[in-house]
């Protein structure tokens, strides 16, 4: 969903991103049975939606819900917010890419039953790939795959593009 704003009043628009994706998350909360899928959670944090957020990760099992997030700046910027750690605890399924800035990756070491450091590291080594996307070359970064909870604790593999 993206709602029709008017790209004058970035206050406006940023009210209505607010109150129309509150009332979506809170729709999944209250009435189960789906799965969103959010991205960009960091911008969603810059909406000050992370009650929501919190509200499917924490609860949302419990009403049949989930929350499926993506982001690119984990650590937040100077002028918004980190996201929430329930973005990593409460996952079993997590995608790592490639991420240069060291914030991001110490964000990565907060992800609970695996060796942070580990996590660090081997993020920090992903290799990027070239591919052509219509004539223009792009780089595509190798994946972290992590699975928590196994019946021997977590799981890694490195995924190629």
Known sequence: MWPKQSLTDLDADDKLLHDEFGKALLHAYRHGDQIVFADEVGGLCELKLQKHLKALWMRGQGMGAGLWAATQKPS???SG????TYMYSAATHLFLGHDRDKRNRERFGEIGGVDGKLVEETVSGLRLHPINVRGTIKHVSEQLYIKKGGPDGAYMAIIQP
Not at 81 to 84: D, L
Request: glycine share 14%; no cysteine; hydrophobic share 30%.
């Open 76 to 78: 937040g910027d100077q």
């Open 81 to 84: 917010p980190a996201v929430p």
